[in-house]
């Protein structure tokens, strides 16, 4: 999302959590290099979707280009055992764009994990979880997302454990050699939305995501009291996780709107001083 370079940005601190209003580009500019540990982001699909303020139509080849920008930009920020999980989709008219700028990434970010998000999913005849359907006859309804794990050098080391599930057959904890009765979730993520009646409850926002897929991503890289980086802050859920997680959070977003949304659920879920 972007803003007139010369626009003022407003910053405002909630205990462990920094909300900064202005263009991501110019903001993260400011920032130290090598002084994030963790960044998670969700940034506009350009897809039409219906924020406050942005317009999310920008020219394929417009899009993209920003994004390697934005991207770079978060790149020198970063620590070199860092990660950046960075949560994009297509669409059933676009589906190549995920594609199309991880591609564009590949000199800037070694994609150390592909992650997939799943939303929704049959077993059998049940169903869980809730999706956006699609109409018509040719495609099928989206139930996932893409969280791509990037990395400055391919080699960072994760606690896989921190998000571990249980074995099923608990005899191969010790025939295996396990520690503990959990062992690596994998690649594929369910995590459902919670239910809502209403767009006010997603707080008007078109691409919100759950608390808990931020909150994976700062427990599986593992380290504590993280410096958690989201450019695009929208509603404030990566802060929010960072502040359950026990970090120090960096969020950023133009619409002073979503950045007001941000700062009220942290200073309801925050203890006072």
């Not at 994004?67 to 770079?72: I, S």
């Not at 396990?178 to 459902?192: E, K, M, S, V, Y």
């Not at 929010?240 to 997680?245: D, G, N, V």
């Amino acid at each position: 999302m972007s803003c007139c370079p010369a626009e003022p940005c407003a910053e405002q601190h909630i205990h462990q959590q920094r909300l900064i209003t202005g263009d991501c580009l110019a903001v993260l500019a400011t920032l130290p290099p090598d002084s994030v540990d963790v960044v998670v982001t969700s940034p506009p699909y350009n897809l039409a979707l219906g924020y406050n303020t942005y317009r999310d139509q920008r020219g394929e080849s417009d899009y993209l280009a920003w994004m390697v920008a934005v991207c770079t930009a978060l790149r020198r920020v970063m620590k070199p055992q860092a990660s950046f999980f960075l949560n994009i989709s297509g669409s059933s008219s676009r589906p190549w764009l995920p594609f199309e700028l991880i591609v564009r990434l590949r000199p800037i970010f070694k994609l150390q994990n592909h992650i997939t998000w799943v939303k929704s999913i049959a077993i059998g005849a049940d169903s869980s979880g809730h999706y956006k359907p699609v109409g018509g006859a040719r495609f099928l309804n989206h139930a996932h997302e893409h969280i791509f794990h990037l990395t400055r050098s391919g080699h960072v080391q994760l606690n896989r454990l921190a998000i571990g599930v249980p074995y099923k057959d608990k005899s191969n904890i010790a025939r295996r050699g396990h520690a503990q009765d959990l062992h690596c979730r994998g690649n594929t993520w369910f995590i459902p939305y919670r239910t809502v009646n209403s767009r006010a409850q997603k707080f008007h926002h078109p691409g919100t995501f759950p608390v808990d897929l931020p909150q994976w991503c700062i427990r599986l890289h593992g380290i504590p009291a993280p410096i958690v980086l989201d450019p695009f802050m929208g509603t404030g859920t990566t802060l929010l996780a960072a502040h359950l997680e026990g970090g120090r959070g960096i969020g950023i977003d133009i619409d002073p709107h979503y950045v007001a949304i941000a700062t009220a659920r942290l200073h309801a879920h925050a203890p006072p001083a």
